[in-house]
């Protein structure tokens, strides 16, 4: 089945990417795996995390509150575009915001309130070297200037694994990153063809040519599932995102 999957991935126009590794019999397999990816949502992820390992060092806490002007609400996804005037969201909330239905203006609060250069440091004590946040979502004038946000499929596959395995800077941590994620309110692509008594816990993306999922799925044998595009017919990818997902859990169930 893993040869059925390689060979169809090879064959979609575009640039695309997966990971898998089954996390009881250790079984890999990889396209493109470390290549970089134009993040969309999927950074949302390791930000969540980097907020959590700023707050085990006690340099921040979930609990304080950021301020968000009317002026820093973006378009695209999420509910804090949509409140009235000037709010103020407690750092945890707003990092589940991010995750669950991946708010945009959360997710920008949360990057400006750790700053672009600690955000790089985390990324990196967390395993993520070509994964990186360089700026804000919706910052068209820095998008201009060639500075994007990246992903590699790879790099999130195994911080997937170690949340599974609790060494995402702690058991604790880790499963709370988890329980955020299997809360995702975006279902149409590992989840499409996967039944909702399964537990997934991932994170979507999507732009303009590119559809993104990452996730655990939780069957008899647990496994890590990444997939990655850029440039392609997001209606084909999603499809291949949904049937290569099931087939796993099939044979994984």
Do not use: W
Request: glycine share 8%; proline share 2%.
């Amino acid at each position: 089945m893993i040869d059925e999957i390689l060979k169809e991935i090879s064959g979609i126009s575009g640039h695309t990417g997966f990971y898998y590794k089954n996390l009881v019999t250790g079984e890999t397999a990889s396209y493109h795996e470390k290549d970089e990816f134009f993040a969309a949502s999927i950074i949302k992820l390791p930000l969540f995390m980097s907020a959590l390992l700023l707050e085990s060092k006690g340099e921040i806490s979930l609990k304080d509150k950021v301020v968000i002007t009317d002026g820093q609400k973006v378009p695209g996804c999420g509910a804090v575009k949509e409140m009235t005037g000037d709010v103020e969201i407690d750092l945890a909330s707003l990092c589940r915001l991010m995750v669950v239905i991946s708010d945009n203006t959360a997710t920008n609060a949360v990057f400006r309130y750790i700053g672009r250069d600690t955000v790089r440091k985390c990324f990196n004590e967390l395993g993520f070297y070509g994964t990186m946040m360089n700026r804000e979502l919706y910052d068209y004038e820095t998008e201009a200037k060639g500075i994007n946000n990246f992903i590699v499929p790879e790099e999130l596959g195994k911080a997937l694994e170690r949340l599974y395995k609790g060494e995402i800077i702690s058991p604790e941590a880790s499963e709370k990153v988890i329980e955020v994620l299997k809360r995702q309110q975006v279902e149409h692509k590992l989840r499409g063809r996967i039944t909702d008594d399964v537990a997934i816990a991932h994170k979507t993306g999507e732009e303009d040519g590119t559809t993104h999922d990452v996730g655990i799925i939780y069957g008899s044998k647990p496994f890590v599932v990444c997939f990655a595009s850029n440039r392609v017919y997001v209606p084909e990818f999603e499809d291949f995102i949904r049937r290569t997902a099931a087939k796993l859990y099939e044979e994984n169930r």
